[in-house]
Structure formats: C-alpha cells, structure tokens
C-alpha cells in the first residue's frame, strides 16, 4: 500500500525524465539543452555561419555551399565547464562531418568523421603561430551511407573521449581543455548529412571512479586500432616530397 508520502514524491517525478548518454568519463550532472533538429522540435538557439541547413522530419540536413569555398557550420551560443554532448548522425553524401568545441576566440578540439574512419584531436589553438593540432586518435571505421550513427563527446578537466556507436572510443588530454569553453558546433564537408537528437549536459568535476580502470584499457584499445587508408593524393604528396628532401647520388657521395 502507498503511502501519501509515496504519492506525493511520486506525483513530483516528471513525466518524462531525461535520460543522461551513456559515459565512460563523465558523471551527468543536470541537462543544459535538448535539439531533435526535426522540423517539430523546439529549435535551440544555432547560429548557421556557412551552409544550408533545413529541417526535416528526419533531422536537419545540411549542405556545403559552393559559393561559400568553405564548409557547413552551425554553433550554439553556449559557454561550457565540463560537459556531455550526444548527437545522430547520418552521412548522406558528405565528405566529411565534425563536432567542434571552441573556447571564447579559437579552435579547441573536434572530432571528425569521414565515410572511412574517424578522427580525435585538440585542434590547432593559434592557426598561424607555433602551436599545431595534435591527434589522439586516428581510425579507420567504415560509415555507410544511409545509416545512423550516434556520437557522445565529453569534456572533464584536462581530458576528452570521444564514444561512437557505444564501442569505438579514443582519449586523449591536454592543458588547453581546462578553460573556460564555448560555441559547441556542428560542421559538414560536401553534400550532404543530416543530424538529430542533440543534447547537452553539464557533468561533475569528478570522473567516474572507473574511468583510471577504463583509460588504461583504452589506451590499449588504442594502439591496436586500425590506422585509415592513405588516399592516392596523399601518397602522392609524401611520394614529392620524399623526392625533393631525397640526397642526389654526388650528394650521397660526400
């Protein structure tokens, strides 16, 4: 028999609970915003900087415009701590997609799918000076066409991961990832993706206790994973440039 006191703390649950992403690093704290990106969905604020983007029932899908001579992107007007992002995506076409996260003036880190592998990295924080990107991760992984895909991206302290599908997960860490972050976004190289379902949690300060456990065991995974295949213009590129740097025989000789 209930109690009115059951009743009561049970009449106080909402009628539709959000349910926090699945983690490995992150312990969910309180959700800060929820995007189906389907033409019913109550629109977050995106502010589209390039590209064609345009609800539908599926999704919102988004195209590169040539006339821009640059990618699709979209971000959300958003300051960040740490954090859960969660999202679907389907390539349809595109050559390439990514979810950024930005600090106040630059690029902090992304990951990037193409249809044949996917990348983890802290982007290039200064563009012309001497900083450079550095890749956590680099994996081949086929994503066909046509088919949905789910992404979780979490951010706690000094240290990202990066899930997909619930079983291709990469780590990585860096100093930069302590700051004040900002405007997290989504972009898309060609024509064209469609994405949906997009979350956005704050998370505890402290990792889960078995992420020591978990990192270990990715750091392992990581090392075996398959590297992606090297495409015709980039073996041509390394191919020029191992000629150029490559000592002539009189050269050789001295």
């Not at 799918?113 to 983890?120: D, H």
């Not at 991961?161 to 900002?182: P, Y």
């Amino acid at each position: 028999m209930r109690t009115p006191l059951t009743l009561l703390a049970l009449l106080a649950l909402p009628l539709h609970a959000a349910e926090a992403p699945a983690t490995l690093l992150a312990q969910a704290d309180k959700e800060l915003l929820s995007d189906g990106l389907t033409s019913e969905a109550k629109a977050a604020d995106w502010k589209v900087a390039k590209g064609k983007w345009v609800r539908t029932a599926e999704g919102i899908k988004v195209e590169e415009l040539p006339a821009d001579n640059h990618g699709a992107a979209g971000r959300l007007n958003q300051k960040l701590g740490d954090f859960i992002i969660a999202f679907d995506f389907r390539l349809d076409g595109a050559k390439s997609i990514s979810l950024s996260i930005n600090d106040a003036k630059e690029h902090m880190a992304r990951v990037l799918i193409t249809p044949a592998a996917f990348r983890i990295q802290r982007d290039d924080h200064d563009h012309d000076g001497p900083d450079k990107a550095v890749v956590f991760l680099n994996q081949a992984e086929k994503f066909a066409a046509g088919s949905w895909h789910h992404v979780v991206l979490e951010m706690v302290g000094d240290t990202m991961v990066t899930t997909i599908d619930g079983k291709n997960s990469g780590w990585g860490r860096d100093e930069l990832f302590k700051t004040e972050k900002a405007n997290p976004g989504l972009t898309c190289a060609g024509q064209s993706a469609t994405f949906r379902n997009f979350s956005l949690w704050s998370a505890k300060a402290e990792p889960k206790a078995t992420w020591k456990e978990t990192r270990a065991q990715l750091t392992e995974t990581m090392k075996a994973a398959p590297a992606p295949p090297v495409s015709a213009k980039a073996k041509a590129k390394t191919a020029a440039k191992a000629k150029v740097e490559a000592p002539t025989q009189v050269e050789a000789a001295k």
